[in-house]
C-alpha cells in the first residue's frame, strides 16, 4: 500500500537532548512538509522541500532541522532549542491536487 | 495576507441531522484550492473534500458538500445526516503557490472546528 509513515507514535525525550523524527513515503511524490500542532490548534508549517538536497523554512522552523538525502525520506530533528517541543507532527507529502499526511509522531519533552 | 479563519471552535449537532462548518480565506491570487481535513482524536488527517477557485459547482463528495460563496470568500463545509463516526477537528485549509522549484505548493490551515455528535 502506498503511504506516509512515520515512526514512533510516541517519543518521549529529555530536555536538552535532540530527537530525530523519521518519515517516510513511497507515493514518488516530489514535495514533502513538516508540520506541527499544538493541543486545539491548527498546523503550522515547519520545513518543506520540493526536491532532494533543498529545503525551505516555513513559519516555525526555528529549533528544527531537516534534510533530504533521498526522494523518499524527510527526517526532522528537534534540537534543543527548540523552546516547547512537546507537540504532534506530521509529515505529508503533495500529489496531484491534494496533501497526504502521515500518521504523527507524539513528542514528548520533560 | 493569505489566511483562513474558522470562527466555531465548537458545535454541537444532533445525530441525523445536518450541520454546517464555517470557513472563510483571504487572498488576492485568482487560482487556489480550498480543502477540508477531518482529524478524529487519533490524529491522523483525513481529506474530506476540495473546491478550486474556477470550479463553478460546489463541490460535493458523499454525504460532505463544500458551500463555495467567491464573493463572500467563504468555504462553507455541509455534513447531512450525522453520525457519531463525525465526531471529529475539522479543518479548511487553503493551497497557495510558491515560485521556489518550480511552481510549490503549500496550504494554510485554520484553527479548526471540533465537532461533537450527540444520539
Known amino acids: 500500500d502506498g503511504g506516509i509513515t512515520q515512526s514512533p507514535k510516541y517519543l518521549f525525550r529529555k530536555e536538552g537532548q535532540n530527537v530525530t523524527l523519521s518519515c517516510e513515503q513511497n507515493l514518488n511524490h516530489d514535495a514533502m512538509y513538516w508540520y506541527r500542532q499544538d493541543p486545539g490548534q491548527g498546523l503550522r508549517l515547519i520545513y518543506y522541500?520540493?526536491?532532494?538536497?533543498?529545503?525551505q523554512k516555513g513559519d516555525i522552523a526555528e529549533g528544527y532541522s531537516v534534510s533530504r538525502e533521498k526522494k523518499e525520506s524527510f527526517p526532522l530533528t528537534v534540537t534543543s532549542a527548540q523552546k516547547n517541543p512537546t507537540a504532534f507532527y506530521l509529515c505529508?507529502?503533495?500529489?496531484?491536487?491534494?496533501?497526504?499526511f502521515g500518521p504523527g509522531t507524539r513528542l514528548t519533552v520533560t | 495576507a493569505q489566511k483562513i479563519t474558522q470562527t466555531q471552535p465548537g458545535m454541537f449537532v444532533q445525530e441525523k441531522e445536518a450541520v454546517t462548518l464555517d470557513c472563510t480565506y483571504d487572498t488576492s491570487d485568482q487560482s487556489y484550492g480550498l480543502f477540508w481535513y477531518k482529524q478524529p482524536s487519533s490524529g491522523e488527517m483525513i481529506f474530506l473534500i476540495y473546491?478550486?477557485?474556477?470550479?463553478?459547482q460546489n463541490a460535493t463528495e458523499g454525504r460532505y458538500s463544500l458551500n463555495f460563496q467567491k464573493a463572500r470568500k467563504s468555504a462553507n463545509l455541509v455534513i447531512s445526516a450525522s453520525q457519531l463516526g463525525d465526531s471529529a477537528m475539522y479543518f479548511c485549509?487553503?493551497?497557495?503557490?510558491?515560485?521556489?522549484?518550480?511552481?510549490?505548493?503549500?496550504?494554510?490551515f485554520g484553527t479548526g472546528t471540533l465537532l461533537a455528535v450527540q444520539p
Open positions: 522541500s520540493q526536491i532532494v538536497n533543498d529545503f
Open positions: 505529508a507529502s503533495w500529489g496531484g491536487r491534494e496533501q497526504y
Open positions: 473546491q478550486g477557485s474556477y470550479d463553478e
Open positions: 485549509a487553503m493551497r497557495v503557490r510558491e515560485n521556489y522549484g518550480g511552481a510549490t505548493n503549500k496550504l494554510i
